[in-house]
């Protein structure tokens, strides 16, 4: 039997920094009223002109082909998770591909929200079990600044720019991702969107002067469906899995909301001291924050470590993968 095997990790944030002073002074905010709701100091963004989310992927990609030595015309797949690509079509993942030297490879896109790397991860596990192929190269690509609004108080101080990738490549021990959870919900669309830009409102003026083209969010009702739901799928995985969260060595939630980490937290019943977070720095980096935030702690975590993987996002669609670490 194959398990897919994590074979490296790597991830990109732009140099631009916009920290809470500096949104202070856009919009009618302030730093402690910031951190005190979702505990983030300071975000990256990425200011480059004429450049969108493939370039934070092919970033992150070449880094993750370079530390792991790996020939870019042997990788097969590439698989990119993103809701903000560079266009509606072609793929981002064909651009990050063909930039990357991934001359091999087939490349698509993902689109699941903040749950799409962990979506992406489960697509590449399924390749790898099946001996489809032997190096799927996942990335997550989102420059979130594309869509936020910055003269909204309420959605402008969360979101920041990214990228990170994963090598996941075929081992014959029991390591890399083991199992995976995942649901949606439907009724969450009005809760969690950008209104108008697909099919159903295509861009008009009267779209763009009532500002339709940038992430809409209800924050009470988002709130309460992600602890409910990364809770639950985070404890159903492990369940299922023969685990007790005292078994769990890291528990790596995607950064939207500080207060969203150590609410499952503490209904998990896991102490604060295992769970990752790094949103003060880069803010809610949608698809890209749980990788981004592995490998910031990729030397933390060590051979055999249990991790519990999960995430939420607009659909509403979220989940939980168990993965056993093996860098």
Not at 112 to 130: E, H, N, T
Not at 282 to 306: M, W
């Amino acid at each position: 039997m194959l398990y897919p095997r994590i074979a490296g990790i790597a991830s990109y944030t732009p140099d631009d920094i916009l920290d809470n002073e500096m949104l202070s002074k856009m919009v009618d905010t302030s730093d402690e009223w910031i951190t005190t709701r979702v505990g983030i100091k300071q975000r990256r963004i990425l200011k480059l002109e004429n450049e969108g989310s493939s370039y934070l992927g092919i970033k992150a990609v070449n880094k993750l082909l370079e530390s792991t030595g790996t020939n870019p015309e042997e990788v097969d797949l590439l698989i990119c998770a993103t809701s903000n690509p560079d266009y509606r079509f072609p793929s981002t993942g064909s651009i990050i591909a063909h930039n990357c030297g991934l001359t091999h490879a087939y490349a698509y896109d993902i689109q699941a929200a903040c749950a799409g790397f962990l979506v992406s991860l489960q697509d590449a596990a399924a390749y790898i079990r099946s001996g489809i192929y032997k190096k799927v190269i996942v990335v997550a690509a989102e420059k979130m600044s594309s869509m936020t609004n910055y003269s909204d108080r309420t959605t402008c101080p969360l979101f920041g720019d990214a990228a990170g990738a994963m090598l996941i490549e075929p081992s014959e021990e029991k390591v890399g991702i083991i199992d995976g959870v995942f649901h949606i919900d439907g009724t969450g669309l009005p809760h969690l969107l950008m209104k108008a830009g697909g099919s159903v409102h295509p861009a008009t003026h009267e779209t763009v002067d009532n500002n339709e083209h940038f992430i809409y969010q209800e924050g009470r009702a988002v709130y309460k469906h992600a602890v409910t739901d990364m809770l639950t799928s985070s404890i159903d995985v492990a369940t299922r899995n023969g685990l007790t969260m005292d078994d769990v060595n890291w528990l790596i939630p995607h950064q939207a909301n500080l207060r969203i980490i150590e609410a499952v937290a503490e209904r998990a019943g896991i102490d604060h001291s295992k769970v990752l977070v790094n949103i003060e720095h880069y803010g809610n980096t949608s698809a890209a924050s749980i990788p981004l935030c592995i490998d910031e702690y990729k030397n933390t975590l060590k051979k055999g470590d249990k991790i519990i993987l999960t995430a939420f996002g607009a659909g509403f669609t979220w989940g939980a993968l168990y993965i056993i670490w093996d860098l």
